[in-house]
């Protein structure tokens, strides 16, 4: 099942990227593969899939030490300072850095491991009190105290928007960080500001987010189907 859901979803992205006239090569699609058994990860690569999310650290730790070395892993769950030393060692991507001290602290751990860590910053475009993310407003001031960190990259934005039940109102939502990420790079604050990365879009609405600009969709259950409790 996971390779017949993985070859219609790469198929809605090129679909996507042609009705709006992008070049489907410059999305990558990130098979977030939570609270999902190793076996799933291993099925899912052998159907040429080398991208995986995860949000929890403990969860991802076997996955990532078990499974074959050329799989590519983006950390997008809420990362506290003292798993950062994990999560350098373990991830190509950190892509919910959302205050200095935690870009600070994955820094020091990267630099220890003589890596660069290429990473996103998530932006909480609705502003909810509940959800992690820099406010729009603080996004600019934080990337210029961020540049300072030689072992990080600062290589786009990330963002989770309000839920709605329909995925076209998540589209003011990716366009917001798209005008954002517009402004960033205007003021070069981004590690490569002529093509920064945006990471948006899920199950439900990952074409639509790809009409905005988004070049990273999180899709879980739609590869997957619904994560265990
Ligand atoms: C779980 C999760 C996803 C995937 O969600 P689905 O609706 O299962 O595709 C994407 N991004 C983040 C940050 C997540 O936590």
């Known amino acids: 099942m996971i390779c017949e859901n ?3 979803i790469r198929s809605q992205i090129a679909q996507a990227a042609e009705r709006c006239g992008r070049n489907p090569d410059k999305i990558k699609l990130v098979a977030v593969s939570k609270r999902m058994p190793a076996r799933a990860v291993e099925e899912a690569h052998l159907c040429g899939q080398l991208i995986f999310g995860e949000n929890y650290l403990q969860d991802a730790l076997k996955k990532v030490r078990q499974l074959d070395k050329s ?3 983006h950390f997008i769950g809420h990362l506290q300072s003292n798993k950062a030393g994990q999560a350098a060692e373990l991830f ?5 850095v959302d205050r200095l ?5 994955l820094d020091k751990h990267a630099g220890k491991l003589g890596k660069t ?4 910053i998530q932006v909480n ?7 992690s993310g820099i406010h729009p407003d603080k996004a600019e001031k934080l990337l210029e105290q961020i540049r300072p960190c030689s072992h990080l990259k600062i290589r786009g934005l990330m963002t989770m928007p309000p839920y709605g039940r329909d995925p076209e109102a998540s589209r003011p939502w990716f366009r917001t960080l798209k005008q954002l990420s517009v402004q960033l790079a ?13 990471s948006m879009g899920m199950s439900g609405d990952f074409t639509v ?4 600009g988004s070049t990273l969709v999180r899709v879980g259950t739609a590869i997957f189907g619904p994560r265990p409790k």
């Open 6 to 8: 993985l070859a219609v």
């Open 71 to 73: 799989l590519q892993w």
């Open 92 to 96: 190509e991507v950190i892509e919910t």
């Open 101 to 105: 001290k935690i870009a600070e602290a």
């Open 117 to 120: 860590l290429d990473i996103l």
């Open 125 to 131: 475009v609705g502003g909810e009190p509940q959800k």
């Open 186 to 198: 205007e003021r070069e604050l981004f590690d490569s500001n002529d093509s920064v990365q945006l």
């Open 209 to 212: 987010a790809i009409e905005e």
